[in-house]
C-alpha cells in the first residue's frame, strides 16, 4: 500500500460532461503530481502541486484543471470530456518539490475514466 | 531530458534471476538512474534507484556500468508477482521539473 489514495475507482460518463478525480497523498507529502496513462501514449505527466502552488505543467490539456487544497488533497477536474479522455488517472505524491534519492513518488492505484 | 532505451519485452522462469538492461547514453554526471515497476491494474512503485555505485535494497540490485551509459536491474529470484512493465528513468535531483518522465519500459514475463 503506497499510502495515495484515489477516489473514484472507476467512472462512467458521456462525451462533453465534466468529472472531478480526487486524491489524499500520504500523511506528510507536500507534492502531488498527475499522470494520464492510455493505451497509446503510456504515463503521461499532467501538473504538479507543491504545498498548495502549482509547480511544474505537463501536457495539460485547457479544459483540464487542478488544485490542491490547505489539507494537501488534491482534485484534478476534466471537463467537456471527449471519447479520447478515456485513460487510467494516476496521483503521486513525494515528500519534496523535487525528485531525490530520499523522496521517490508514490503512486496512488488510480480512476479508470471512460468516456462513452 | 537524457532518455533510456529498453527493451520492449522479456521473459523470465520463476525463481531464477532476471537481468533488465537499459541503455542512457546521453546521462549527465548529475542524472541519478531510478528505476519504478508496474504491476497489473496498480500505479508505478518506485523500486531502486543510483548514482555511480552498485545498489542493493529488498527488493532488487541495480548494476551501473562503468561510464554509466547503462545500468541493468536485476531480480535475484523471479516470482510470479515480479511480472509487471519495468520504467528506467533518468531524474535530475534538484531540477527544475519534479516530475518524472516514462518511457515505454520492458514488460517483464514470468512462466511458472
Known amino acids: 500500500d503506497s499510502g495515495v489514495t484515489q477516489t473514484p475507482k472507476h467512472l462512467i460518463t458521456a462525451t462533453g460532461q465534466r468529472v472531478t478525480l480526487r486524491c489524499s497523498p500520504r500523511?506528510?507529502?507536500?507534492?502531488v503530481y498527475w499522470y494520464q496513462q492510455s493505451l497509446d501514449q503510456g504515463l503521461q505527466f499532467l501538473i504538479q502541486?507543491?504545498?498548495?502552488?502549482?509547480?511544474a505543467k505537463g501536457n495539460i490539456l485547457e479544459r483540464f484543471s487542478a488544485q490542491q487544497f490547505p489539507d494537501l488533497h488534491s482534485e484534478l477536474n476534466l471537463s467537456s470530456l471527449e471519447l479520447g479522455d478515456s485513460a487510467l488517472y494516476f496521483c503521486?505524491?513525494?515528500?519534496?518539490?523535487?525528485?531525490?534519492?530520499?523522496?521517490?513518488?508514490?503512486f496512488g492505484n488510480g480512476t479508470r475514466l471512460t468516456v462513452t | 531530458d537524457a532518455k533510456t532505451t529498453q527493451p520492449n519485452s522479456m521473459e523470465s522462469n520463476e525463481e531464477e534471476p532476471v537481468h533488465l538492461p537499459c541503455n542512457h547514453s546521453?546521462?549527465?554526471?548529475?542524472?541519478?538512474i531510478h528505476w519504478y515497476r508496474q504491476l497489473p491494474s496498480q500505479g508505478p512503485e518506485y523500486v531502486i534507484h543510483?548514482?555511480?555505485s552498485n545498489v542493493n535494497n529488498r527488493m532488487a540490485s541495480l548494476a551501473i556500468a562503468e561510464d554509466r551509459k547503462s545500468s541493468t536491474l536485476i531480480l535475484h529470484r523471479a516470482t510470479l508477482r515480479d511480472a509487471a512493465v519495468y520504467y528506467c528513468?533518468?531524474?535530475?535531483?534538484?531540477?527544475?521539473?519534479?516530475?518524472?518522465?516514462f518511457g515505454k519500459g520492458t514488460k517483464l514475463s514470468v512462466k511458472p
Open positions: 503521486a505524491s513525494s515528500g519534496t518539490g523535487v525528485i531525490s534519492y530520499n523522496s521517490p513518488l508514490h
Open positions: 500523511s506528510g507529502d507536500l507534492s
Open positions: 502541486y507543491y504545498n498548495g502552488e502549482e509547480r
Open positions: 546521453t546521462i549527465s554526471g548529475t542524472d541519478y
Open positions: 543510483g548514482l555511480t
Open positions: 528513468i533518468l531524474v535530475l535531483y534538484g531540477g527544475s521539473q519534479g516530475n518524472l518522465i
